[in-house]
């Protein structure tokens, strides 16, 4: 719609000062937080997405957009009530043990926020037992493990053993990536999906949550 263009925009440019203004000027407006953050804010970061892929845009710009996202998420936030179902689905994500990399990590954990998802994200160098109770704790539909490492490689197994040995965290879905990853290596290892990169990971969580 086009009241909310400007928003999409303002987040496109990533500049937090002005969606935070545009935010409070909806809001007062009358507009919906759940209007705003469908109409405007994933609006703009599906436009992020789509130029990151395309490679027209860098991760430096797109970090300053998610971050623009963030500004206006802060105005929205206590105005959703707890019956407003903002999220598509909580995903844990964190990077396995033994590997300290969380820059790709922390750059699909905002394209998925930007993607309408509740994130939380682990940290690096996870034991597997902590995936799974993380998985239990927020109740979580897809789980995403990262790695850089080509050593480090063979814990993506075990924090998938550990999940799918468990009674509670069993079912979630499992989605890997990270630079030595390949879609062989998740088809080998059995996990629901793989992308090679941020805006492939929205896509494919997208799917899971079908
Ligand atoms: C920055 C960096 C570091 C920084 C990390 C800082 C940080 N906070 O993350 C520091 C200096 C700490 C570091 C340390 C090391 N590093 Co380092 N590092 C890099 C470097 C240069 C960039 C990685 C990066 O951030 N890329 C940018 C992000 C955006 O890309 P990305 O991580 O690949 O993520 C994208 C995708 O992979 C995907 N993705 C990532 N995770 C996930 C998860 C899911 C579920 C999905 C769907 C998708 C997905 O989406 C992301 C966004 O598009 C790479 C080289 C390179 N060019 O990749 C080496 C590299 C990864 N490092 C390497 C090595 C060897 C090390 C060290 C062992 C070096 C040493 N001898 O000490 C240590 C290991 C420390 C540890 N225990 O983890 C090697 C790994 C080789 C291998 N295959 O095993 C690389 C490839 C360099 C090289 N050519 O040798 N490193």
Redesign the pocket.
């Known amino acids: 719609m086009a009241k909310y263009q400007e928003l999409a925009d303002t987040v496109f440019r990533g500049d937090a000062a002005k969606c935070r203004e545009l935010s409070l000027k909806l809001v007062d407006g009358g507009a919906g937080p759940i209007e705003i953050l469908n109409e405007g804010l994933y609006v703009g970061m599906a436009f992020v997405g789509d130029k990151f892929k395309s490679g027209e845009m860098f991760?430096p710009e797109v970090l300053r957009a998610a971050n623009a996202m963030h500004e206006s998420m802060d105005v929205l936030r206590p105005l959703l009530t707890e019956t407003e179902e903002i999220s598509k689905g909580t995903v844990v994500?964190g990077?396995v043990q033994?590997?300290?990399?969380?820059?790709?990590?922390n750059?699909?954990c905002m394209m998925l926020e930007g993607g309408g998802f509740n994130v939380v994200d682990i940290g690096?160098?996870i034991p597997a037992e902590k995936f799974v109770e993380e998985v239990k704790k927020n109740k979580a539909k897809v789980l995403?493990?990262?790695?850089?490492?080509?050593?480090?490689m063979p814990s993506i197994d075990d924090v998938v053993k550990a999940v799918r040995a468990d009674n509670v965290a069993k079912d979630v879905k499992i989605?890997?990536?990270?630079?030595?990853?390949t879609r062989q290596y998740a088809d080998l290892i059995g996990v629901d999906?793989?992308?090679?990169?941020?805006?492939?990971?929205v896509d494919?969580t997208n799917e899971l949550c079908k």
């Open positions: 991760i994500f990077t033994g590997d300290l990399h969380d820059i790709g990590k750059l699909v690096v160098d995403g493990i990262s790695t850089l490492l080509t050593m480090t989605m890997i990536g990270g630079a030595p990853v999906g793989y992308a090679p990169d941020a805006t492939g990971a494919v």
